[in-house]
């Protein structure tokens, strides 16, 4: 049922998208982007690039959330090259891929995998919250609703305990390893929840920066511009069966904010801000994995530093 619902979730998205293309097919092709343009798209690249760049970093507070601290370059290299398998089919393999990472160099698989756990969670109150601040849309309060919950959720007293379950759970198939332990949040992860709506907000920028591009921007618009970006973000998020969000976001965004932009600029924007969005998570991982040693050599490189520094200070 699970595989069923997800292509019946993905056809009824190509199918909308397809016929919106169809409808909107002869304005799309007099778009023509002008020297401007292109600058409004390199702009988006580099602010969707940057929210890349902060979102790694916020995962290294999550995982000093829990209690354990990660040199910075491997944080950024691990997050940078483990990103671009979001895009495989399950949309699960990039955190997948931070458990293994972070299990390879001793971090405990519980406190991987409640860092992974967490970050999706804190997006999606953050984007709910941009939807909330910028909406003036009559069920405001369904979104602020879930916001809520979703905050009462990530409470170290409601998730240690949850916490603490899937742990003994694991342990009953592993071992009484020690570093086996359940994750614990020692206090309300205000810092990270703070740095995910930083996260979503240099997307939004990058998202209406693409919109520039083929369309002229109303400032009195942009508070309901922000808010379809972050609702759309999110549905791209939650919903199965679109590894990364693709053709989810899209079809989203063209039902929440076609009444605000002409929709053949929205379809031409949406579509370039696809493209931006892989050219910025591919780019990037391309040249984490590129220009930096493997993760555990700088994990290694950066503990003999702190280590020498220590000893010096002593």
Do not use: C
Not at 268 to 277: D, E, G, I, N, P
């Amino acid at each position: 049922m699970k595989k069923f619902g997800r292509w019946l979730v993905l056809g009824l998205v190509l199918a909308f998208l397809l016929k919106t293309l169809l409808d909107r097919a002869a304005e799309v092709a007099t778009l023509r982007l002008t020297i401007q343009g292109w600058g409004w798209l390199a702009l988006s690249l580099g602010l969707t690039a940057a929210a890349h760049l902060w979102s790694a970093v916020v995962w290294g507070w999550l995982l000093q959330a829990f209690g354990r601290s990660a040199p910075r370059g491997w944080v950024l290299r691990t997050y940078l090259v483990t990103n671009v398998a979001k895009y495989l089919p399950g949309n699960v393999w990039h955190f997948y891929g931070r458990i293994r990472a972070a299990g390879r160099v001793g971090v405990a698989w519980p406190v991987a995998a409640a860092s992974v756990l967490l970050e999706p969670l804190l997006m999606a109150v953050a984007a709910l919250l941009l939807g909330v601040l910028a909406s003036d849309r009559a069920w405001w309060g369904v979104q602020l609703a879930l916001a809520i919950g979703v905050l009462a959720a990530v409470h170290p007293r409601i998730l240690n305990p949850l916490l603490q379950r899937l742990g003994r759970r694991k342990l009953q198939t592993t071992d009484s390893n020690p570093h086996h332990q359940p994750a614990q949040l020692s206090q309300y992860p205000i810092g990270p929840l703070l740095g995910e709506t930083g996260f979503l907000l240099w997307r939004g920028a990058g998202f209406l920066a693409a919109l520039a591009a083929f369309s002229a921007i109303n400032p009195l618009d942009l508070p309901r511009l922000a808010s379809g970006f972050g609702l759309a973000w999110l549905l791209g998020l939650v919903v199965p069966g679109a590894p990364g969000g693709v053709g989810v976001f899209e079809a989203a965004a063209i039902a929440l904010l076609g009444s605000i932009v002409n929709p053949a600029a929205l379809l031409a924007s949406v579509a370039s801000y696809r493209l931006v969005s892989v050219l910025a998570e591919t780019g990037l991982g391309g040249l984490a994995w590129w220009l930096t040693p493997p993760a555990e050599q700088i994990w290694a490189g950066e503990s003999e530093s702190r280590e020498s520094e220590a000893s010096e200070s002593n």
